[in-house]
């Protein structure tokens, strides 16, 4: 009986665990991920704002999950699998970077403009960044891009976290 009570505790605990913890992202070194409790469109601001505040202009913001919408009748059984409720990716660039990494390595051009993918399920929303140093490494602009990688995560921590 005894072990039957510790057995209880422990599955009450892991579900308080999961019910208030943001859920973990799969870790891929190349990927920053970060997540938060927050609604979706005030992350989405949230996170364009904080971009702007670093000094990078947001081009763009790409609604994915309202285009994806139009497709689940088509898709059928395969739309949306995951479950997400919400996909926006912010586009955006700064051109003194660009200018820097055009003097350095032009090759690397192909990185601008940068951007940023905010998914949405259950309440958590997380922002994804692929790192620019992940394709920088031995480059000539690795420096600067690690930069401007550092900014942007600033940026995402900030937003999410509401400082």
């Not at 505790?9 to 070194?29: C, D, R, T």
């Not at 997400?84 to 350095?104: A, D, K, P």
């Amino acid at each position: 009986m005894n072990l039957n009570k510790h057995f209880l505790f422990i599955v009450l605990i892991a579900l308080f665990n999961s019910a208030f913890a943001a859920p973990e992202v799969a870790i891929n070194p190349a990927v920053f991920a970060h997540s938060a409790r927050l609604p979706f469109d005030e992350a989405v601001k949230a996170v364009s704002n904080k971009l702007d505040d670093a000094g990078y202009a947001v081009v763009d913001e790409l609604a994915i999950s309202n285009n994806l919408r139009k497709m689940a009748k088509k898709w059928g059984d395969d739309y949306n699998r995951s479950q997400l409720e919400g996909i926006t990716s912010l586009v955006f660039c700064s051109g003194w970077y660009v200018n820097q990494v055009s003097n350095l390595d032009p090759q690397l051009l192909g990185l601008c403009p940068l951007h940023v993918t905010l998914t949405h399920k259950a309440g958590v929303t997380t922002v994804l960044f692929n790192r620019p140093t992940a394709i920088a490494q031995g480059s000539p602009a690795a420096k600067v891009l690690k930069e401007a990688e550092d900014e942007v995560i600033q940026a995402i921590e900030a937003a999410l976290n509401g400082k």
